[in-house]
């Protein structure tokens, strides 16, 4: 089936169930906003086999419209927010579209295309106006995943991609149930806040609680409202937090109170004083409202002891390993007892998942195939020689091992591997996430450059003010001896501003190369 007839079924099973929560409308409601919003594009020249673009936040208007575009037979092109005018140019030409669903606040004066204003209110129903006949191989869906210019690399997503990863979303069951709310604060024109935003309620039958902003006051007053069920965010995010909870009691001097009670829980639970463990964990939940079940981590590695910290708490936490190319979530962590770093667990649903090229400990190229695997990149036959084999299996690019216990574990990009001079290889999340856990470094980029004629590994750190290049390069040294000698960071720069970042809070390491470069970070140890 098609999306629409996907979110038709939905609605017909489960008709009074809360589909958009702050706006109180059920799934059967949300079927009559779709047909007016698609009447009106119909009336504003929009036809089945358009490539639709769609630029919003995460407002109601966004899911209606991305559905009201499918009724009508298009493909929906989902445009990032943080871009500039010359960018959404660009995009729109390489894939020939002629008319943007847009908040007023993107519009600008354009010869490629039509803006249309995503919050008009639509004025009809035309109850002649059936859904196109959609098939499942058709394209649901463009996303660009690499620049705009150039030759970029455009996915293309069927309606039959979305439906089976959606399908894929069963093993969480578990922790996921019908008429809860997930919370939705996620760009849902990225993959994983698209996976998390429109197709995993539509699977568990669930309510979304659509946030356009990320300001942390209406995050927590979302919380306190309206108690979500299924949180799903970027593990920065989950460190702030937690890094939040831990200052606050220790300002109160209850912390290690807390951290003792959480540590030896078990024990205690054993010897009766269960209830005193859920008197310590319930203030720390109902921050999240109270609910919470489940949270899920993706777009990044989340650091072992930050997952554990949520699992003290009684919550379950899982890792998300996916590309947009897999339509978000390939594979997925469990609760384990003992985290391992940068583990992302097994295949998800009808998924499949092979290793290449391993080198003597296992690490090597993680390739991937299943029905949520795109099928090629858009008009890009030399991308497509080299991304997929004869066989179907596409290659990630990312660099991976297998354990004992069959679970996956990200070591780095493939493109991101240092090369040294002396021939090894050193993956700059390794480092990073060492680096992490110095007290007073807000975050760090590792990458490769060339220092007076050598390759060398160089650290770029984003630090509170009152650290000194004096305590920083005592700090390195003591977690360089943590590691092999050839994996020392021993060049790096310090700077009190904040790291280039994507939308989903991955590190921009092109950008903190080129501000080294250009000069910007004039605070060096080299």
């Known amino acids: 089936m098609n999306m629409y007839q996907f979110l038709e079924q939905v609605a017909k099973e489960s008709p009074d169930a809360l589909y958009l929560v702050r706006e109180k409308i059920t799934f059967k409601e949300v079927l009559k906003l779709i047909r007016a919003r698609a009447t009106t594009l119909r009336d504003a020249g929009v036809r089945a086999g358009d490539i639709v673009g769609l630029l919003a ?84 869906t ?77 995050i927590l007053d979302d919380f306190k409202t309206y108690k979500p069920h299924c949180i799903p965010a970027v593990p920065r995010l989950y460190e702030v937090f937690r890094n939040k909870i831990i200052e606050g009691l220790k300002e109160r001097h209850v912390w290690w109170l807390f951290s003792f009670v959480l540590k030896h829980q078990k024990f205690l639970k054993k010897i009766g004083f269960g209830w005193l463990v859920k008197k310590i964990q319930k203030p720390i939940l109902d921050i999240f409202g109270g609910r919470v079940n489940l949270m899920i981590a993706g777009g990044a590695a989340t650091k072992p002891e930050v997952e554990s910290f949520y699992e003290s708490l009684g919550l379950a936490f899982v890792q998300g390993y996916g590309m947009t190319e897999t339509v978000g979530p390939f594979c997925c ?138 305590k920083l390069s005592a700090a390195i040294a003591t977690a360089n001896k943590k590691l092999a000698s050839y994996k020392w960071v021993t060049h790096f720069a310090m700077t009190t501003e904040d790291l280039p970042m994507t939308s989903t809070q991955k590190l921009k390491r092109h950008m903190v190369r080129q501000n080294l470069i250009d000069g910007e970070y004039t605070n060096k140890h080299e």
């Open 142 to 218: 463009m996303s660009f995943t690499s620049g705009s210019t150039g030759t970029p690399k455009v996915v293309p997503l069927t309606h039959g991609n979305l439906k089976t990863s959606s399908d894929g979303y069963a093993d969480m069951g578990q922790w996921i149930h019908k008429n809860e709310i997930m919370y939705g604060f996620l760009p849902l024109y990225h993959v994983f806040g698209f996976a998390a935003g429109i197709l995993a309620p539509m699977h568990f039958h669930m309510g979304i609680l659509l946030q356009p902003s990320i300001n942390p006051k209406n």
């Open 333 to 470: 962590s469990r609760p384990v007892k003992h985290r391992v770093p940068f583990a992302f667990g097994t295949p998800v649903g009808c998924s499949q998942c092979t290793i290449r090229d391993a080198d003597e400990t296992g690490v090597g190229t993680l390739w991937v195939r299943g029905p949520n695997v795109f099928k090629g990149y858009w008009n890009n036959k030399v991308a497509n020689k080299e991304s997929f084999d004869s066989e179907g299996w596409f290659n990630t690019g990312d660099l991976v091992y297998l354990d004992k216990n069959k679970q996956y574990h990200f070591v780095g990009r493939k493109k991101q591997v240092i090369v040294l001079d002396s021939g090894k290889n050193v993956y700059p999340d390794e480092l990073e996430a060492l680096f992490m856990e110095i007290d007073g470094v807000k975050n760090v980029a590792v990458f490769e450059h060339r220092v007076k004629g050598k390759t060398v590994t160089y650290g770029v750190f984003s630090v509170e003010p009152n650290m000194t290049m004096d």
């Open 57 to 140: 936040h995460n407002i109601p208007e966004f899911p209606v419209t991305l559905f009201a575009i499918w009724y009508l037979g298009g493909t929906v092109l989902l445009l990032d927010t943080n871009l500039t005018p010359f960018e959404y140019d660009n995009m729109t030409k390489t894939v020939k579209c002629k008319f943007v669903c847009a908040e007023k606040s993107f519009f600008y004066e354009t010869k490629n295309f039509k803006f249309f204003d995503i919050e008009t209110k639509d004025k009809k129903l035309d109850t002649k106006l059936k859904p196109a006949k959609t098939s499942a191989d058709d394209i649901a």
